[in-house]
């Protein structure tokens, strides 16, 4: 997510090769314009011995496509640098800016170092190679903004300090010589920057040269916070001038004059004006990126939770099924040993029976089919007992019982497989009183079909009740 930079107090020592020696001090003293006493250094940091720097660290990396990109209208820009306050003040920078005091000096000369490193930077055109060169050069580009940044923390400090009762301490006349700075020398290197960080966003060749920008830029997590920290510069050093030093400097409002194009006050208000609009525009770039960032994000975990929902889910129906399988597999291994087992009772019936007529026997499928080798002693012999032997002298066989009615089929005949898996749970010992229902709701059949072929089954020497009254 990227944020707005806010001005941090967040400190690290400044590198030996930007601290300034005695000798160079009293030098630069001595080139002071004469006729306004500056702020010493000592009250400038409170009296701090070492210079301090705000922390600015921007973290660069490797360019990764999914991270997204940026569009940014270089619109406000261009106009930011048309505007009548740059133009009028744009010279040629060189060794010596025409600052009239130190700290207008120090911060011109600090964006210019970072101006030249923006410049080296890749465009859009090479992203890869972009966020490398900024991976190599990040420390050296943080430092120059953490000098920029703490310039721009003590020319608010002074400003401020210049309205408060310590006001009489600073010389008006250096705040006239500050606000002069600001106004033709600082601002307009700052928009310098703010062309040149632009122009990394450019995706055409040379864009940095050029005084009019791309129509768009395209800009990485890295580069646009380079342009959101330049930006906060411009807006606090323009409200610095246009607010804070223009009090001290008995500057008329820009709201109590005629318009006048020429007016440094109103150039000044105009100038704050396109600033704000492309602080607005920039910032809502960033938001609706943020905003894409975060629902793209939101996508991505809901499609983890649901794919984890997915997998438990599989993994549950799979463990399922494994149980299912191995239940069916050990049902029909029980009733394959069921099948193999001896039937002493089956060759008992055939040894009594084998004179019978067949009329006493019944229908052709009760003969083929003799009682099953569960039936208990009690059953063969009340069997026995209804069947008396008939004597060697031919006499007369008994009365045979009355035939049962027969049995009305009205539905075609089951496929095989579902008559051994009906047979399977007829046959299972631990089967519930309401198995016929869960059968019929399994099959998808009548109840009342699914109980006519168990009877069909019955009747034909397949299945036996284990007990009386069992069933639904």
């Not at 120059?144 to 008006?172: C, F, H, Y």
């Not at 411009?234 to 004059?257: F, G, K, M, W, Y």
């Amino acid at each position: 997510m990227l944020e707005e930079p806010e001005p941090r107090r967040d400190t690290r020592k400044a590198t030996e090769e930007g601290e300034r020696t005695e000798e160079e001090q009293s030098r630069e003293e001595s080139e002071e314009p004469v006729g306004f006493e500056e702020p010493s250094e000592s009250e400038d940091e409170g009296g701090a011995g070492v210079e301090e720097l705000p922390s600015v660290a921007i973290q660069a990396s490797s360019y990764n496509p999914s991270q997204g990109i940026i569009s940014v209208s270089s619109a406000h820009p261009n106009n930011i640098w048309r505007a009548d306050l740059i133009r009028s003040s744009l010279f040629e920078f060189g060794d010596e800016p025409p600052a009239q005091t130190r700290l207008g000096r120090d911060i011109f000369k600090s964006l210019s170092d970072l101006k030249d490193k923006l410049d080296d930077v890749p465009n859009a055109l090479d992203l890869v190679g972009q966020a490398r060169f900024l991976t190599e050069h990040s420390s050296d580009v943080n430092l120059d903004m953490s000098r920029v940044e703490s310039a721009v923390l003590k020319i608010k400090d002074q400003a401020t300090r210049a309205q408060s009762d310590q006001g009489n301490q600073i010389d008006p006349r250096y705040l006239d010589a500050l606000a002069n700075d600001l106004s033709t020398c600082v601002i307009p290197m700052l928009v310098l920057v703010l062309h040149a960080s632009f122009a990394i966003g450019a995706q055409e060749p040379n864009a940095e040269s050029n005084d009019t920008l791309p129509p768009e830029g395209a800009f990485t997590q890295t580069t646009v916070q380079y342009m959101l920290w330049i930006t906060s510069w411009l807006i606090r050093l323009q409200e610095t001038l246009t607010q804070d030093l223009a009090h001290q400097t008995n500057s008329v409002p820009a709201t109590n004059q005629r318009n006048d194009p020429e007016n440094p006050t109103q150039s000044r208000e105009r100038f704050g004006v396109m600033v704000r609009k492309w602080r607005d525009h920039l910032k809502a770039q960033v938001e609706a990126f943020n905003e894409e960032v975060e629902r793209k994000r939101d996508i991505h975990q809901k499609k983890q939770r649901d794919l984890a929902i997915k997998r438990m889910k599989e993994q549950a129906e799979k463990r399922q099924l494994e149980d299912d399988r191995r239940y069916e597999q050990a049902v029909w291994a029980s009733w394959g040993e069921l099948r193999t087992l001896p039937r002493p009772m089956a060759e008992k019936w055939h040894k009594a029976t084998a004179h019978w007529p067949s009329s006493i026997l019944g229908s052709s499928q009760t003969a083929r089919s003799p009682p099953s080798t569960q039936d208990s002693t009690s059953s063969l012999g009340q069997a026995q007992s209804r069947s008396p032997t008939l004597s060697t002298s031919g006499a007369r066989a008994p009365q045979p019982q009355r035939r049962p009615a027969p049995l009305v089929l009205d539905y075609p005949a089951w496929p095989e497989d579902e008559v051994e898996w009906f047979l399977s749970e007829l046959n299972r010992p631990d089967r519930g009183r309401d198995y016929l229902y869960v059968c019929a709701e399994t099959l998808d059949r009548p109840l009342e079909e699914v109980r006519t072929e168990m009877e069909r089954l019955r009747r034909a020497g397949l299945y036996r009740p284990q007990e009386a009254g069992r069933g639904v």
